[in-house]
């Protein structure tokens, strides 16, 4: 399948996605990428968002993403991701209250309080949420 690269995704507990694709697209710690069959090899940090792809039938694939590390070469991506979750797998009523917790830690912080760990929980629940609700989009 000259048109198609393969794609695995792979946290520390489980591999995700094992599947072919004619397209990826990756979010990049600078912004998303787009992947296409006989891209140029790179390795790149991996951010929180959501990891679309097509598959052989055409179908559109997502997945939310957090923090890790992609191999693309010409012809195969392999995301090493501290966590990944199809759509299916995600719960949409605790990815909500997750965000609504994140967002309630932001707004009571005191000036000047390192927000990080909270901005960060905000970005992957409303990942999580992005994800559940596009799904079969």
């Known amino acids: 399948m000259a048109n198609m690269i393969k794609i695995e995704v792979v946290t520390p507990e489980k591999r995700v996605v094992d ?20 891209h140029a090899p790179l390795i ?12 052989s039938q055409g179908a559109r694939q997502l997945l939310a993403v957090a923090w890790g590390f992609a191999e693309v070469l010409p012809d195969k991506v392999t995301v090493l991701a501290e966590t990944a979750e199809k759509a299916t797998d995600i719960d949409l009523e605790r990815a909500q209250q997750a965000r609504q917790r994140a967002e309630e830690s932001i707004k009571s912080a ?8 909270a901005t960060n929980a905000l970005k ?7 994800v559940a609700k596009d799904e079969g989009k």
Not at 44 to 55: H, L, M, N, P, R
Not at 124 to 130: H, M
Request: hydrophobic share 30%.
């Open 110 to 117: 005191a000036t000047g309080t390192d927000t990080s760990d």
């Open 44 to 55: 790149t940090e991996i951010s929180v968002g959501e990891i679309a792809y097509k598959d």
């Open 124 to 130: 992957r629940a409303e990942s999580r949420i992005k």
């Open 19 to 38: 599947d072919q694709a004619s397209e990826v697209t990756i979010p990049g710690a600078t912004g998303y990428l787009g992947i296409l069959p006989g």
